[in-house]
């Protein structure tokens, strides 16, 4: 039998006698053969090492075997057989040693010479420091991309560390400590841009899976993915379209993108393929998805919706500097309303700022926004005015934050949910010059008002009327005196802070805050049930007998005078608390939110006390009526200018006065002033 000489360990095509007889090597022979071996020992079998990747969502996998190279799927048919050595000589030219010491690679002289200009396998794509990459990836496709170290000397916008130092610039220091450690902070983002379209025509299903990426930090892993199982590398599992982690290098960045596999069967109903963008930066994550809530709702009416920032200083204590500075720059925050009716392209990747930029441009002309100083501190907020929507809709609402710089970055925060009103009798107003911390909705009517602009004058123009005759009232009294303090009526307060106070709690009391005469919300209060209404659909004003009738019922008990229930309250509910609502506005019924009680105790502590201002006591029927309570987990259960939904705890903020459910009226040196004269009251 004819044995080879390779079987042997002999050079392949060695001679052999004539006799068939394999000839004794030499010595010599022998010892230059065992000389080869230990240098291949020696040089050419990596040591296992730990790879320093740290990830939120991701998980290890540890090499069993470095000296195999791993094998994975052919990209082209993942049902195949055929696999790939990931790790080739010819292709890198170098193969890594590691210290065991400090984890990082020892060059070798062919990668010492090759640093800085490694070749990038044909079927690894290169990513630049800062710079997103666009691509499309099929069912069970597996993409790589590759970013070498020498990237992380640029910023993400271009600007190397020597003209970072020219410039003094502090980013030069920090990225020149990370290159002297020999590590660097990585920021990897994915955001998926859109995904195959479900086939309409079939029942609805939940949305696809989502992409995998595979992330390794060693050149012992050059081409991460779902089979390889003997080298170093992290998964990370894309979540509603976003994935981030944030790795150590030294060596390099490598990144496998995987699609799911689906069989054809279930590919048929869907259709294109999925779209992604990936980056690496050194700076901060390219894309990033933030949890804490930043946007917050002030109120809608049956076609809009009014929402506000939370306070864009950096301190609650800024200075004017800073607010300056802040209300100079262009507004940096964009919305995106998605109605939770309908199926969205969002469905799936909601996470994703990058499947958000499109559907944000095409709100272009329905949001409008603006800086406002309102509310919480008086500090810069930005407020958007959302028109269009759909009455008795739920909606998601998407604050994103793009970079200022103009690149495809950006932030995008966790959605709001808001439902729009449905009986179409109360509209939003804000902005006004007088009671310019009134905004919310409003009793409306479109036959009379037939924009925002026109109600909110018509509100504006009634508070101020009112408040020109308490300032002539106030002027009259001794409250602020630098010469002889006695005379003043408290060394804590003074007429600024009288005036101030009278002027926010009329601007609440004689603008009532809207709500749907549907709503069932406990804290809410019936007006107007004895009034005309507009029916939209016939075009004409109403009156609403039924509802009369059940208020006079409970008022005499018996429907004869006799008594019973809560007379007084359902007396209350047959008017408007100012009366020029049901004689221009003429809304019909609606339910109001009741001003908080606290703005009464306000107005009590900041005024002479010979105005007589009394608040009503608790557990009476004027209190019930006229004044509301602050919920404790941020609802807005009572009124007070500057309120949105969940922006604040409950807490005693604003000013205001009250009394019993009537007329309200002061003796101020001898003049009787009517302070705001109502046949049902205003209190």
């Known amino acids: 039998m004819h044995t080879s000489a390779r079987s042997l360990g002999m050079p392949h095509g060695g001679p052999a006698s004539s006799t068939g007889r394999v000839r004794r090597p030499q010595p010599a022979a022998l010892l ?13 079998q990596p040591l296992q090492v730990y790879s320093s990747l740290h990830s939120h969502d991701g998980r290890h996998q540890h090499s069993s075997d470095p000296a195999q190279p791993p094998e994975i799927q052919d990209v082209d048919d993942p049902d195949a057989s055929k696999t790939h050595h990931l790790v080739k000589h010819d292709h890198s030219g170098y193969t890594p040693l590691y210290d065991l010491t400090f984890g990082a690679p020892i060059l070798l002289l062919d990668e010492q010479h090759a640093h800085g200009k490694r070749q990038v396998q044909p079927d690894v794509n290169a990513l630049q420091n800062g710079v997103a990459e666009l691509m499309n990836i099929e069912y069970g496709q597996l993409q790589h991309w590759w970013m070498d170290m ?47 379209s479900f086939n309409q025509s079939l029942p609805l299903e939940q949305p696809l899976s989502q992409l995998t990426l595979y992330v390794s930090n060693t050149t012992a892993n050059q081409t991460p993915g779902p089979k390889v199982f003997n080298r170093p590398q992290t998964i990370v599992q894309v979540q509603a379209g976003y994935a981030s982690i944030t790795v150590q290098a030294s060596a390099g960045v490598w990144i496998g993108v995987y699609a799911p596999n689906l069989d054809k069967d279930s590919q048929k109903k869907y259709s294109g393929p999925w779209n992604y963008e990936i980056a690496l930066s050194s700076k901060k994550p390219y894309h990033s998805w933030e949890t804490k809530k930043t946007l917050y709702l002030i109120d809608s009416d049956n076609f809009s919706a009014l929402l506000i920032s939370g306070n864009m200083t950096s301190s609650e204590n800024p200075t004017e500097e800073e607010v300056d500075s802040i209300l100079s720059t262009p507004l940096p925050y964009q919305l995106y309303a998605q109605n939770t009716n309908y199926t969205s392209s969002l469905h799936g990747i909601e996470r994703s700022f990058c499947a958000l930029r499109p559907l944000v441009a095409s709100m272009v002309g329905q949001v ?46 966790e959605p709001i949910t808001i439902t729009t009103k449905s009986d179409g009798n109360c509209q939003i107003i804000y902005d006004l010059p007088f009671c310019s911390e009134v ?24 508070a101020r009327t009112w408040n020109s005759n308490f300032s002539f009232s106030l002027q009259q009294v001794q409250c602020n005196s630098s010469v002889d303090l006695t005379i003043q009526y408290s060394y804590e307060r003074g007429c600024g802070d009288c005036a101030a106070a009278y002027k926010t709690w009329l601007c609440a009391v004689s603008i009532p805050r809207c709500a ?12 107007g049930t004895d009034t005309e209404f507009y029916n939209k659909t016939s075009n004409t004003t109403v009156r609403n007998s039924a509802l009369v009738a059940e208020k006079l019922q409970r008022w005499t008990g018996n429907g004869s005078g006799g008594g019973g229930g809560n007379n007084n309250g359902s007396m209350a509910a047959l008017r408007s608390r100012n009366p020029e609502i049901e004689r221009t506005i003429r809304p019909g019924p609606y339910k109001e939110i009741k001003p908080c009680m606290d703005l009464c105790y306000s107005i009590v502590q900041s005024c002479p006390s010979q105005f007589g201002f009394t608040c009503p006591r608790e557990r009476t029927w004027g209190k019930e009526v006229s004044y509301g309570e602050r919920s404790r987990d941020g609802d807005v259960s009572c009124s007070w200018l500057g309120a949105a939904y969940f922006l604040s705890k409950a807490g005693r903020v604003g000013v205001g006065v009250g009394g019993m459910w009537g007329m309200l009226m002061f003796e101020v040196v001898g003049v009787c002033a009517v302070v705001v004269g109502v046949v049902y009251g205003i209190l």
């Open 32 to 44: 230059t053969v065992s000389f080869a071996l230990l240098l291949v020992l020696l040089f050419f």
């Open 150 to 196: 020498n990237e992380v000397s640029k910023t993400p916008f271009g600007d190397s560390i020597d003209e970072l130092k020219r410039r003094g610039g502090g980013e030069s220091e920090i990225l020149g400590k990370r290159q002297e450690s020999g590590m660097s902070e990585i920021y990897l983002t994915f955001n998926t841009c859109f995904q195959p």
């Open 368 to 413: 409008a926004t603006s800086y406002t100083r309102r509310g919480l501190g008086s500090l810069p907020k930005q407020q958007f005015h959302i028109t269009g929507l759909n009455k008795s809709s739920q909606y998601q609402i998407y604050l994103t934050k793009p970079d200022p710089t103009g690149s495809s970055s950006g932030v995008l925060w």
């Open 439 to 462: 905004a919310y909705a409003v009793p409306a009517n479109p036959t009379v008002f037939d924009n925002a602009g026109a109600l909110g004058a018509f509100y504006d123009n009634f």
């Open 516 to 527: 749907d005469f549907s709503s069932q919300l406990p804290y809410l209060a019936e007006r």
